[in-house]
Structure formats: C-alpha cells, structure tokens
C-alpha cells in the first residue's frame, strides 16, 4: 500500500466501543481547533463522558477525564442493552457538549456452564460419558 504524501488532518471524533460484560472503552480525537481551546483555558481541563441508553437518550452512567487522556473505561449498567456516549466540556461554567459517538451493544454475560449450549453434538456426548 504507498504511504501518504502528507499527514491526514485529525478529526473530532468520539469512537464507543464494547471491551466486556461490565464495561465500554471510549476513544477520542480532537481537532487543532478544540485542542487549542482546552490549552487556551476556553474550555475547562477535563472533559465528562456521559452514557446514554440509545433508545431514549436517558442518562446511564457519567465520569470525568482530563481532556488529553484520549480515552477512559465506562461502566455498563445493564448488559446486553444499546448505548451512546457523549463528551463534554465545560465553556463559561456550564457543560457543552462537543461530540457524540456511535451506537454499540454492551455485550451479555454467557451465564453458568450448564446454561450455555454446547459448540458441538461430540463435545456434549463426551461430557455425558
């Protein structure tokens, strides 16, 4: 693959994604627009990431960040349930939000092992022997 002549400009991006059962990874990138308002002190030093259920955007789960960490965990409240993530900074005291991200489905928990079904018909004769 040839490589770029020049660097691609970064983005304002916020990227939600699954790690396991009990909680979400969030990613962002900010542009040299925003992070020249953070270093400029327009916006506040940290960021909060809050988790909203997808469905009906209610709140589910918020912490804080410093704003050039780039990334933080999120606990899931309920597994198995559809999310979106949302940054925010604070501008004049008051929160202002600056990115969303995309939808993602917090995975569920596979159970006890006898709840589970078996991968193959083999396995669960040899089980039974």
């Given amino acids: 693959m040839p490589k770029l002549?020049?660097?691609l400009p970064?983005?304002?991006r916020l990227v939600l994604l699954p790690k396991n059962p009990g909680a979400f990874f969030v990613l962002w990138r900010l542009g040299a627009s925003r992070m020249e308002a953070f270093r400029s002190g327009s916006l506040g030093g940290e960021v909060e990431l809050r988790?909203?259920?997808s469905d009906d955007k209610a709140h589910a789960f918020s912490r804080k960040a410093a704003w050039d960490a780039g990334?933080?965990?999120l606990e899931v409240?309920?597994?198995g349930g559809n999310y979106i993530a949302a940054l925010y900074a604070q501008r004049g005291g008051e929160w202002e939000k600056l990115l969303d991200s995309n939808s993602a489905?917090?995975?569920s928990a596979a159970g006890m092992a006898s709840e589970r079904a078996y991968a193959s018909l083999e396995f669960y004769k040899r089980g039974l022997l």
Avoid: I, K, T
């Fill in 10 to 12: 970064a983005e304002d």
């Fill in 5 to 7: 002549s020049q660097m």
């Fill in 77 to 79: 409240p309920v597994q």
């Fill in 105 to 107: 489905a917090a995975p």
């Fill in 51 to 53: 988790l909203l259920y």
């Fill in 71 to 73: 990334g933080a965990y």
